[in-house]
């Protein structure tokens, strides 16, 4: 990226980090190493202990199965008892699996992290400690972003389909759908004006060699860049939502053909999307970085 003294915008020079990381895959292949090295063992553990909660409960499958959009109420029931047969059941196994797969997530993220960003640039400062800070407080602000979200799901559905049916009136649809998508889109936008901070604090402690107080402070102190950080993050935000919808698109390709294709067929078609889909976002993880990175140094300079 390159600035002649004129105005610079976050994302002019985007293209350019994404072939720059595109033509170096050692970068991708090192963060999907550490992502899924340790995300297979969380999710086979996750699973191994979701069957095992399955079959101490007896759920009623058939009123799951017959949910549909046309009568909302009665799967909103559906849904809900289904969450009072299993919750009691889950929550012994939550308390220490989340826990547990929060703090080795969070060191092994800062392990990981730490390696591609010097993969990139040898001249970086080695700071596993002020990044596993760092991170550990990103994954909090992250997790409070799921639970707003999660809350605005649920009121909705009390605003638009619980709340008049139980007055004796009609459940909205239209209207859950629209407060879903606003809502999300509200989630996405907050995290976009608040997560750069810790998305930048990590790479300024490893160029300048600094603690995790004053990483801090210095990505706060960031002036101009603030609003061109801020662009970047919204630019990411945007691809991820395309990046989901591909996979959405490409899962459905076989539907079509569904009467001609084995389970076989359709369960390594869908696993390979899947796989794509991981690949995807573990490739603009990188891309992200590496744009703060160049974008920050253009502004220094």
Same mark, same amino acid.
């Given at each position: 990226? +390159?600035?002649?003294?004129?105005?610079?915008?976050?994302?002019?020079?985007?293209?350019?980090?994404?072939?720059?990381?595109?033509?170096?895959?050692?970068?991708t292949?090192l963060?999907?190493?550490w992502?899924w090295a340790?995300?297979?063992?969380?999710?086979?553990?996750?699973?191994?202990?979701?069957?095992?909660?399955?079959? @101490?409960? @007896?759920?009623?499958?058939a009123?799951?199965?017959?949910?549909?959009?046309?009568?909302?109420?009665?799967?909103?029931?559906?849904?809900?008892?289904a969450?009072?047969?299993?919750?009691?059941?889950?929550?012994?196994?939550?308390?220490?699996?989340?826990?547990?797969?929060?703090?080795?997530?969070?060191?092994?993220?800062?392990?990981? +992290?730490s390696?591609?960003?010097? +993969?990139?640039?040898?001249?970086?400062?080695?700071?596993?400690?002020?990044?596993?800070?760092l991170?550990? *407080?990103?994954?909090?602000?992250?997790?409070?972003?799921?639970a707003?979200?999660?809350?605005?799901?649920?009121?909705?559905?009390?605003?638009?389909?619980t709340?008049?049916?139980?007055?004796?009136?009609e459940?909205?649809?239209?209207?859950?759908?629209?407060?879903?998508?606003?809502? @999300?889109?509200?989630?996405?936008?907050?995290?976009?004006v608040?997560?750069?901070?810790f998305?930048?604090?990590?790479? *300024?402690?490893?160029?300048?060699? *600094?603690?995790?107080?004053?990483?801090?402070?210095?990505a706060?102190?960031?002036?101009?860049? +603030?609003?061109?950080?801020?662009e970047?993050?919204?630019?990411m935000?945007?691809?991820k939502?395309?990046?989901?919808?591909?996979?959405?698109?490409?899962?459905?390709?076989? *539907?079509?053909?569904?009467?001609?294709? @084995?389970?076989?067929?359709?369960?390594?078609w869908?696993?390979?999307?899947?796989?794509?889909?991981?690949a995807?976002l573990?490739?603009?993880h990188?891309?992200?970085a590496?744009?703060?990175?160049?974008?920050?140094?253009?502004?220094?300079g």
């Open positions: 990226m +390159r600035h002649d003294g004129g105005p610079i915008r976050g994302t002019q020079s985007f293209v350019g980090v994404m072939t720059e990381v595109w033509r170096r895959p050692s970068l292949g963060e999907i190493l992502r340790v995300g297979m063992p969380i999710v086979a553990l996750a699973a191994w202990q979701a069957l095992l909660v399955s079959r @101490s409960v @007896s759920l009623d499958t009123a799951l199965e017959t949910m549909t959009v046309f009568r909302p109420v009665e799967a909103f029931a559906a849904m809900g008892a969450a009072r047969t299993i919750l009691p059941a889950a929550m012994p196994v939550a308390v220490w699996l989340l826990p547990v797969a929060a703090v080795v997530w969070v060191v092994m993220a800062a392990v990981g +992290r390696v591609v960003l010097l +993969r990139f640039d040898r001249a970086l400062a080695v700071r596993p400690a002020t990044v596993l800070v991170g550990a *407080l990103r994954a909090v602000l992250l997790m409070a972003a799921w707003l979200w999660c809350w605005m799901m649920l009121a909705a559905g009390r605003i638009a389909i709340g008049p049916a139980a007055r004796g009136g459940a909205d649809v239209v209207l859950y759908s629209a407060m879903l998508i606003c809502g @999300s889109l509200l989630v996405y936008v907050l995290w976009a608040v997560g750069w901070v998305q930048l604090a990590p790479l *300024l402690a490893m160029q300048r060699n *600094l603690g995790a107080v004053a990483s801090l402070k210095a706060l102190d960031g002036g101009a860049a +603030r609003g061109k950080l801020i970047v993050n919204l630019v935000c945007i691809v939502i395309a990046v989901l919808v591909l996979a959405m698109v490409f899962s459905a390709c076989p *539907l079509p053909f569904s009467n001609v294709e @084995s389970p076989t067929f359709l369960a390594c869908w696993g390979g999307v899947i796989v794509a889909y991981l995807a573990d490739y603009f990188v891309v992200h590496v744009a703060y990175l160049r974008l920050w140094r253009t502004l220094e």
